[in-house]
């Protein structure tokens, strides 16, 4: 036995054995993203029948930016789902227990016919083998395929993360991403400032992000609008290590408005809403202000949306918030 499968996803587990054995671990801390908390008991059970003795993080875990503080008296800590951010310092062993999903539809004829000159390829890390299986099965048919490589925060040429698209190819005539939902295209083509066009290998369909940057933007725009006049203004820091911001604190200094710090461990709508501030700008994971705006009742401006709103840059300077 070698993999595990998982839902539609399959991991190495071997691979992991044999990096704890190397470090002669005897105690694991085992953290999973929330949709696959149910299935720990599978890896767990693995893990037991190998002598470790396991513990599970039962906090939150939404990337592998959000690795616990500490592991108490685990020997190393396991992430489940999620890839190394390579420039993340983390202080202790870990072993990152990626997931693939293996579901595979070849794409129908039509599909090939929205494909022009060169095209970039992204995936997410579930879908990362099925971006090099478009690759493989482009170049078969004489398309010219281009793949980039990110910055530090980035494991995998050609992976995305919702916070970086480094991996971006402006050039390329056709934007390509491969997987399922759109939290990735749409960051992807806000980031590009440009159409992607989506295959989903599991169902084997195809569409385009289309209007959705354009909209997302007319919701940002107004957003920073009604920001112009706001007084008390909450500055959002995160505690997780890999969505922490400081060093950008110092551009929200300004004569006319107060600027209000809080760390925050779940930036959620309770802890954030209660403070009541006329808006608040987000250093923590960029998506909050992005998707998760509509739950809040508080404004939430991205960093450079409130130097935007406060004349200190330029409508035509915004950009797509990200970390590097
Ligand atoms: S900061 Fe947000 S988008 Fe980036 S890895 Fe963490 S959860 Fe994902």
């Given at each position: 036995m070698s993999k595990k499968k998982i839902g539609e996803f399959e991991i190495d587990i071997d691979k992991a054995l044999s990096k704890i054995n190397d470090i002669c671990a005897e105690k694991v801390l085992l953290q999973l993203p929330d949709g696959l908390k149910r299935s720990?008991?599978?890896?767990?059970?693995?893990?037991?029948?190998?002598?470790?003795e396991v513990k599970l993080w039962g906090s939150t875990c939404y990337g592998?930016?959000?690795?616990?503080?500490?592991?108490?008296?685990?020997?190393?800590?396991?992430?489940v789902g999620?890839?190394?951010?390579?420039?993340?310092?983390?202080?202790?062993?870990?072993?990152?227990?990626?997931?693939?999903?293996k579901i595979w539809n070849p794409p129908p004829e039509e599909f090939f016919e929205k494909?022009?000159?060169?095209?970039?390829?992204?995936?997410?890390?579930?879908?990362?083998?099925?971006?090099?299986?478009?690759?493989?099965?482009?170049?078969?048919?004489?398309?010219?395929?281009?793949?980039?490589?990110?910055?530090?925060?980035i494991k995998y040429p050609g992976q995305v993360l919702g916070c970086?698209?480094?991996?971006?190819?402006?050039?390329?005539?056709?934007?390509?991403?491969?997987?399922?939902?759109?939290?990735?295209?749409?960051?992807l083509s806000l980031s590009l400032e440009r159409d992607v066009l989506i295959y989903n290998p599991v169902t084997g369909g195809f569409t385009t992000t289309g209007d959705k940057r354009d909209r997302l933007l007319r919701k940002r725009f107004a957003i920073i609008n009604a920001a112009e006049d706001a007084q008390r203004i909450g500055v959002i820091i995160s505690q997780k290590r890999g969505q922490r911001r400081?060093?950008?604190?110092?551009?929200?200094?300004?004569?006319?408005?107060?600027?209000?710090?809080?760390?925050?461990?779940?930036v959620v709508p309770k802890l954030v809403d209660d403070f009541q501030w006329d808006c608040a700008v987000n250093t923590a994971c960029p998506r909050?202000?992005?998707?998760?705006?509509?739950?809040?009742?508080?404004?939430?401006?991205?960093?450079?949306?409130?130097?935007i709103s406060k004349k200190k840059k330029d409508?035509?300077?915004?950009?797509?918030?990200?970390?590097?």
């Open positions: 720990s008991g599978k890896i767990i059970k693995v893990l037991e029948e190998n002598d470790l592998a930016c959000d690795l616990p503080d500490h592991i108490g008296d685990a020997d190393l800590l396991i992430h999620h890839s190394e951010i390579p420039n993340l310092n983390v202080g202790y062993p870990v072993i990152y227990l990626e997931c693939r999903s494909l022009k000159g060169k095209v970039a390829l992204y995936s997410s890390i579930q879908h990362l083998d099925h971006m090099y299986k478009m690759e493989e099965l482009l170049e078969e048919k004489g398309f010219e395929t281009v793949i980039g490589e990110g910055d530090q925060r970086n698209y480094s991996t971006k190819v402006p050039d390329a005539d056709t934007q390509l991403y491969i997987g399922t939902g759109k939290f990735h295209p749409i960051g400081e060093d950008i604190l110092d551009k929200f200094k300004g004569d006319d408005y107060d600027i209000i710090v809080a760390e925050f461990d779940e909050i202000a992005l998707d998760d705006n509509e739950i809040f009742r508080t404004r939430i401006l991205t960093p450079l949306e409130f130097l409508w035509k300077d915004w950009e797509m918030d990200e970390i590097h």
